[in-house]
């Protein structure tokens, strides 16, 4: 995809995101192959707060729920996977509804496959991802005893993880490996640990902490502080917390937000932001 036709697609989202609007906005973007795609536009330029957040839901519609995927559903697992009646033909492959299985092993399909979508996969305590350099993408939702994930430290090409409503998951030390990844997001556990997994050298532009006890750990600004690519960051937090975040985070939109550099590059002043003004930017509760 024309990284100037992306960027415009983006700034043409339609404000609000209502369904209908959404879906027509959606229809005329062509399905995603793979990240490559429109990784440039992670670099071209920072990105405002409505397009990071189309971004996003692009990804979601034309990536990870692409129509060129395999898709099986409640006990197809066990038949199509674990007893090679799925060649290794696809980009992508999810799971929906599986019930009865407590490994997913995806590592024979280590050929073509560049994401997998999981969810609600009741059972699951383990996920195996296939020896491919090339893997790019991982989403997992409602699956609440996973807690291993094998081989995701070895896959050098990650560039979006998504874990939501997965409450066992709680060994995130691999993300410190994966220093290509662009988008991580993790929603919907108040259980996590310190985020000590932050590097330097990490390329994420986009975190989502929505509905987590992240806010609340020790050292959660100093963690996040190490990211220094970070844009974009939503998280669950209160206007104080918010305040102290942006404070420190000058070059990051929070919550949707502006971030004080974006302020700054509007011609106002550190001194006239006062903490009313802060105070009334947007927050989750």
């Known amino acids: 995809m024309n990284n100037e036709h992306l960027l415009a697609m983006l700034g043409s989202a339609p404000l609000g995101f209502g369904v209908d609007k959404t879906r027509a906005w959606l229809k005329d973007i062509p399905e995603i192959k793979s990240f490559a795609e429109i990784e440039s536009v992670f670099l071209s330029r ?116 998504s874990f939501d409503k997965c409450k066992g998951f709680l060994d995130f030390k691999f993300v410190e490996k994966l220093n290509n990844l662009r988008i991580l997001e993790i929603s919907g556990n108040e259980n996590l640990p310190e985020l000590d997994f932050f590097t330097e050298k990490s390329n994420i532009s986009i975190l989502h902490l929505v509905e987590t006890n992240a806010i609340k750990l020790k050292n959660t600004i100093d963690n996040l502080s190490k990211l220094k690519k970070l844009k974009h960051l939503s998280i669950t937090a209160n206007p104080k917390e918010l305040k102290e975040l942006r404070e420190q985070l000058p070059a990051c939109a929070i919550n949707n937000g502006p971030s004080l550099n974006e302020l700054l590059k509007s011609k106002l002043k550190i001194k006239a932001i006062s903490s009313n003004d802060l105070d009334d930017l947007p927050y989750y509760d």
Do not use: W
């Open 46 to 161: 920072d990105l405002s707060s409505k397009e990071a957040r189309a971004l996003v839901l692009l990804l979601q519609r034309k990536y990870i729920d692409s129509a060129d995927e395999v898709g099986l559903s409640d006990s197809y697992y066990n038949p199509s996977i674990k007893y090679d009646k799925i060649f290794d033909i696809y980009n992508g492959l999810s799971i929906f509804g599986d019930t009865t299985n407590s490994i997913l092993d995806f590592s024979r399909l280590d050929k073509k496959l560049l994401k997998v979508k999981v969810c609600a996969a009741k059972k699951a305590h383990k996920i195996v991802l296939p020896k491919n350099i090339a893997f790019e993408a991982l989403d997992i939702s409602y699956t609440p005893k996973l807690t291993h994930i094998e081989n995701i430290g070895r896959i050098a090409g990650m560039k979006s993880l």
